[in-house]
């Protein structure tokens, strides 16, 4: 099994947008027959229901419960794909920067989803990325979780 926790913005308001890229990444990996893949999603489950508009809290889960669940599957994986684009949101991505140093601390790959250059630039993301791509159709195009995958688990020919 290779374990992907998929990191990227969460908000009530912008909801869909953030299920969608995550949705086609694991669609797509689905669909090829890569069972062995095991996609770690903070918005897979009856909880998403419960975010608020901002994405700041849930009216179920406890803050803390949170951060602590989303600490073990960043730990837990083995490719961090985090997506930096907020859809057009005011508010920053605290939480999946967070989780970037996470990753950092656990000397896990990252592949870096974002065509913001602010972000592309900065010396803190180009050295905790492996690489960054602009977006999720490049990331398939060009196999990129395929290159983690084969050279941490098994060969595919």
């Excluded at 083995?78 to 967070?98: H, K, M, P, S």
């Amino acid at each position: 099994m290779f374990t992907i926790y998929l990191a990227g913005y969460i908000s009530g308001e912008k909801i869909e947008e953030c299920i969608k890229w995550r949705k086609d990444i694991r669609s797509y990996y689905v669909n090829k027959g890569w069972d062995e893949l095991v996609f770690l999603d903070p918005l897979n489950g009856d909880d998403r229901e419960t975010i608020d508009y901002e994405g700041l809290s849930s009216t179920v889960i406890p803050n803390k419960a949170i951060v602590h669940r989303d600490y073990q599957s960043v730990k837990n994986a083995d490719l961090i794909i985090a997506n930096l684009d907020t859809f057009g949101a005011e508010r920053q991505l605290t939480g999946t920067l967070f989780e970037l140093a996470w990753a950092w601390t656990f000397e896990t790959p990252v592949i870096i989803i974002s065509n913001n250059p602010r972000f592309n630039k900065h010396p803190f993301v180009q050295d905790t990325a492996s690489m960054i791509v602009s977006s999720v159709e490049e990331l398939i195009e060009k196999k990129y979780l395929n290159y983690f995958y084969k050279g941490q688990v098994s060969a595919i020919y």
